[in-house]
């Protein structure tokens, strides 16, 4: 009943993209839940319908065996490490892998929100800790995480970028505009900077280095309609800034392969749309600016000092 109102208001208002708009997009995975083997046939299927589509590879950003969200679906669903592990060389086959980072003040109690670390509570000695533990799990299993990294619940701030640089990453997916996934420091960040929607640019955390930022745009799992994904969309394109570059993104485990696969072939079709993967990103093939900021040194001494106060 929902579905057929939705068409009626749609057929009533239709939604379209605006005309002067240039979009240029990647999908990103925040992979969680692959130790289910439902879960996974489905993303490998999906993966490999969305290159049959646009000609690229999806980004499936994974999390480490020793995650303790992961750890316990893994027992939940008799999956080993090193069966995880095969799962992700696998799907490394038909995507991309990167790093998906959730941190936790308290691992054992990683079902309730409170012990997550996410926007504006976090410890850098348990950030610091989990983050290095998740890298030698990666490199454990020879898991590539080719410098590409996308935060669990959005989570960003300059700890978490020192880590990344100091690590080797090049390419991050976490900042957004959309309601959806708001982080303050990504957002005070991007309004201090005027950065607009679907603008690259590239952060130097002073003395540490640099890392590159693809914004993610909205989300794309599950609605059967194309008109959704265009009136999210429309929501946080700028109008002075209609040449956008940016990612889909979504859940593993809430994809709706079919409604999804619809969606990018219709992009696809639209003379304005064209699509990028983490290949065209590393090798620098795509013709894009990242606009240069930086982040003072100050700001995280002063940062640093009070996060352990
Ligand atoms: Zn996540």
Request: charged share 20%.
């Amino acid at each position: 009943m929902k579905q057929d109102l939705k068409r009626l208001l749609y057929t009533v208002r239709p939604q379209r993209l605006p005309r002067n708009l240039v979009l240029t997009t990647g999908y990103v995975f925040h992979t969680e839940e692959v130790y289910n083997d439902d879960i996974f046939r489905r993303l490998f299927d999906f993966c490999k319908g969305y290159t049959a589509i646009t000609g690229k590879q999806a980004i499936c950003t994974v999390m480490s065996g020793i995650s303790p969200k992961v750890r316990a679906g893994m027992r939940l669903f008799n999956c080993s490490e090193q069966k995880l592990a095969d799962l992700y060389h696998q799907l490394s086959s038909v995507a991309t892998i990167g790093y998906h980072g959730h941190f936790y003040f308290n691992a054992d109690l990683h079902q309730r929100h409170e012990a997550e670390i996410r926007s504006n509570n976090f410890s850098i000695v348990q950030l610091t800790e989990q983050f290095s533990n998740d890298l030698e799990w990666f490199k454990k299993h020879e898991l590539n995480h080719n410098d590409l990294y996308a935060g669990g619940w959005w989570f960003m701030n300059q700890h978490l970028l020192s880590l990344l640089i100091k690590a080797g990453f090049k390419y991050d997916f976490s900042f957004s505009k959309h309601r959806f996934f708001l982080n303050q420091f990504s957002l005070d960040f991007m309004i201090e900077h005027e950065i607009k929607t679907g603008e690259c640019f590239e952060i130097e955390v002073e003395t540490i280095g640099k890392i590159r930022e693809v914004q993610n745009l909205i989300g794309s799992s599950s609605s059967a309609f194309f008109e959704d994904y265009v009136r999210n969309l429309k929501r946080i394109i700028h109008p002075a800034h209609p040449k956008v570059v940016g990612m889909f993104n979504s859940h593993d485990y809430d994809l709706h392969p079919a409604n999804a696969l619809n969606f990018f072939t219709t992009l696809k079709q639209l003379p304005q749309v064209s699509f990028f993967d983490a290949a065209d990103l590393l090798d620098g093939r795509l013709n894009i600016d990242f606009r240069p900021t930086v982040l003072p040194v100050h700001r995280l001494q002063n940062d640093m000092l009070a996060s352990v106060r």
